[in-house]
């Protein structure tokens, strides 16, 4: 009997301590960058199934607390660091930093269990990487040219 609860006290441990590991390490390579710290990734199917609430950002955190989140991390690029599960995220509200990032030609490697949750509606340009990203940019960048958002008087 006492074998059998030293593996389960063993096996508790080493999950808590790869745990720490991961999230010190995710924090440690996000350059400590402030933000959103929660049981598991906000965009993922348990982040999705559990509420809203301090330990879970939830699906729609951006809309539900947009209006401080960043202020309260006092800058326009968060992180979103899983305690449990998940992959580290980081998120802007700045244009700038955006069109940085989409400009790069597809150099952001996307995991697919980030992107999962954007396959519902069919490929697309954020789910997409390498030569489908080329592809998907290709098609709709004629939407996002600055004369597209040119007022006509």
């Not at 930093?97 to 790069?104: G, T």
């Amino acid at each position: 009997m006492l074998d059998k609860f030293s593996v389960a006290v063993a096996l508790v441990a080493t999950f808590v301590a790869s745990r720490f590991f991961n999230y010190f390490k995710a924090k440690r390579d996000l350059g400590h960058l402030p933000g959103l710290r929660s049981l598991v990734t906000p965009i993922s199917p348990f982040g999705a199934a559990i509420p809203t609430c301090w330990l879970n950002p939830g699906l729609n955190w951006q809309w539900h607390w947009r209006q401080q989140v960043y202020s309260r991390a006092g800058t326009e690029t968060i992180s979103a660091l899983p305690y449990l599960f998940g992959q580290p995220t980081v998120y802007t509200s700045s244009l700038e930093v955006a069109r940085q990032v989409v400009s790069i030609k597809g150099q952001f490697f996307k995991e697919y269990s980030t992107v999962l949750i954007t396959l519902v509606w069919g490929p697309n340009v954020f789910a997409a990487n390498g030569d489908d990203w080329k592809r998907h940019r290709r098609i709709i960048a004629p939407a996002f040219c600055p004369a597209t958002y040119v007022a006509t008087a």
